[in-house]
């Protein structure tokens, strides 16, 4: 008897809650209907984004993965590296976020004119929208920083474990200036990290040759002897290459018009439709329970 009871209470009180939403049916439709088209005229107002990238592979022969004068710079970084090796891709990323490295690059390249352009952005369905980037009245400094935080979020380096490919990319709206930036941080990074390396290995050979001039023991001279053919060897090589520490395996392109990374606008369309009904129902039920509080 008790059983049947529970299953009866149960079927009047699923009875109760299709009723309820029922009878607010206009309500969820309108709810449902002003949310979807709501985030349907905000996703087609935000352009599509494209990637553009270049796939490098380290060269070890040219010291990529011994620290050289990339110890200075991962402390700069406050990194604690010890007298471990760096690879390739960490000193590319060391470089990358480093903040006066990109502020040259910043001022060199004209990038925070580039990035506020909206020329080559891609709008769905043929639309063009002008929206202001950056506040007219914001002071050069802290447009700089905030140029500086953008490019951090446009670019990335990562590598693959397995293969050890590094992939430098890029992801914008403008999937020219995509392609435009990945090239002018290869080659800023990479000339960075030679220079650097370059005194390091210029100072070590100055004082292998004072050291080598100064003692009279033949087994120490031939040592010396070595390490300086080492050094020298090493800066052959490097600037033999056309890019520091790493080969290219693949150019940067600009993306074709239709292949764009984001942003998946059906998907949040189709989110936003689900959520919106499911948050119409909320509403009308706590909207129930308030009035039967306040009927008792």
């Known amino acids: 008897m008790n059983q049947a009871q529970y299953i009866e209470e149960d079927e009047i009180d699923l009875r109760e809650l299709f009723a309820t939403i029922w009878r607010y049916k206009i309500f969820i439709a309108l709810f449902t209907a002003v949310v979807t088209m709501f985030t349907i005229v905000i996703t087609t107002s935000k352009p599509n984004i494209y990637q553009s990238e270049i796939q490098?592979?380290?060269?070890?022969?040219?010291?990529?993965?011994?620290?050289?004068?990339?110890?200075?710079?991962a402390g700069f970084a406050g990194v604690d590296i010890g007298g471990s090796e760096v690879s390739a891709s960490s000193s590319m990323s060391l470089v990358l976020s480093?903040?006066?490295?990109?502020?040259?690059?910043?001022?060199?390249?004209?990038?925070?004119d580039k990035l506020k352009s909206q020329e080559n952005y891609v709008y769905p369905f043929g639309l063009e929208f002008q929206i202001e980037r950056y506040d007219k009245d914001i002071e050069e400094v802290e447009l700089r920083f905030i140029i500086y935080q953008e490019l951090q979020k446009i670019l990335s380096i990562t590598e693959d474990k397995k293969s050890?490919?590094?992939?430098?990319?890029?992801?914008?709206?403008?999937?020219?200036?995509?392609k435009e930036l990945v090239d002018i941080y290869l080659f800023e990074i990479t000339s960075y990290l030679r220079t650097l390396d370059m005194k390091d290995m210029d100072k070590q050979i100055e004082f292998y040759q004072d050291e080598l001039s100064r003692t009279?023991?033949?087994?120490?001279?031939?040592?010396?002897s070595q390490l300086l053919a080492q050094l020298f060897q090493k800066k052959v090589l490097a600037k033999a290459s056309e890019f520091y520490i790493v080969k290219k395996m693949s150019d940067s392109e600009v993306a074709y018009i239709k292949d764009k990374?984001?942003?998946?606008?059906?998907?949040?369309?189709?989110?936003?439709?689900?959520t919106s009904i499911i948050l119409a129902i909320f509403i009308i039920f706590?909207?129930?329970?308030?009035?039967g509080e306040n009927s008792e």
């Open 56 to 73: 490098l592979i380290p060269q070890n022969e040219q010291g990529g993965g011994s620290l050289g004068g990339l110890g200075a710079l």
């Open 286 to 291: 706590f909207r129930e329970f308030l009035r």
């Open 98 to 112: 480093n903040y006066s490295f990109n502020l040259k690059l910043i001022e060199k390249y004209g990038l925070t």
């Open 164 to 178: 050890g490919v590094i992939t430098l990319s890029a992801k914008l709206e403008d999937r020219f200036l995509a």
């Open 261 to 274: 990374v984001g942003p998946k606008r059906a998907l949040i369309v189709v989110v936003a439709f689900v």
């Open 216 to 224: 009279t023991n033949i087994e120490l001279q031939q040592q010396l």
